[in-house]
């Protein structure tokens, strides 16, 4: 079956750095994804990787090792707004997006 | 940057009843939407891919006569949640994908808050 793990819920400092480890077995791959879910909200893209290797946006980045099936987030100078599920999702060999249940991230003053 | 419209944000609704959603496009067009359905604590789970002009495409174990997918547009989706039960009560969420944008991007809608008394 197909299946995307991620820690269940973190902790971080306010100004902080945190990473969000993201592990998958899915039926092929054509890229993977990471959205901010605010609670009651819907998911807000944050970035894409299809190539291995780490891609830089400001004051997060995400990274991929296709042969390892494994991607992290990066949070850098964490804020409290940045108190959010973060969703991580892989496209499969269908074009199908299979979505990790989230991770809360709980940030502390 | 693009965005998605999702009408109503929630609504409350008794057993039995039929409950509409509608998912828009507002500045862009989208020959593809989805919808998502997403219980407390737990991952966005896909219903449907919806295609204008044609038939949705239903994930197994979704009931297409029980959720009703219309896409008679390029920037309306509605679905209808048919004879609703407690048990439907959830977060749907809709998103689109631009016909004129990157093949990989989704935006998603605000959501909609359905509960079933």
């Known amino acids: 079956g197909q299946n995307i793990d991620q820690p269940t819920e973190m902790t971080a400092t306010e100004g902080a750095i945190v990473q969000i480890n993201c592990t998958y077995q899915?039926?092929?791959?054509?890229?993977l994804f990471w959205y901010q879910q605010h609670a009651g909200e819907a998911p807000t893209f944050l970035s894409y990787?299809?190539l291995d290797g780490l891609e830089e946006k400001g004051s997060f980045s995400s990274f991929l090792s296709r042969s390892k099936g494994y991607s992290y987030l990066l949070l850098k100078e964490l804020q409290m707004k940045d108190s959010a599920s973060y969703l991580c999702?892989?496209?499969?060999?269908?074009?199908?997006?299979?979505w990790g249940a989230g991770t809360k991230l709980i940030i502390k003053p | 940057g693009a965005v998605v419209s999702q009408h109503p944000s929630w609504v409350i609704c008794k057993s039995g009843t039929s409950v509409k959603i509608e998912c828009r496009s507002l500045?862009?067009?989208?020959?593809?939407m989805f919808w998502y359905r997403q219980f407390p604590k737990q991952s966005l789970m896909l219903m449907a891919t919806?295609?204008?002009?044609?038939?949705?495409?239903?994930e197994q174990g979704v009931e297409k006569d029980k959720f009703l997918i219309n896409h008679a547009s390029l920037t309306l989706s509605t679905l209808t949640v048919t004879s609703a039960h407690p048990e439907d009560s959830s977060f749907y969420i809709c998103?689109?994908?631009?016909?004129?944008?990157?093949?990989?991007?989704?935006?998603f809608g605000p959501g909609t808050r359905l509960t079933v008394t």
């Open positions: 998103s689109a994908r631009d016909i004129a944008g990157s093949d990989y991007e989704q935006y």
């Open positions: 500045d862009f067009q989208a020959t593809t």
């Open positions: 919806s295609n204008e002009g044609s038939k949705a495409t239903y």
């Open positions: 899915t039926s092929g791959f054509n890229g």
């Open positions: 990787n299809v």
């Open positions: 999702a892989v496209r499969d060999s269908n074009y199908q997006l299979i």
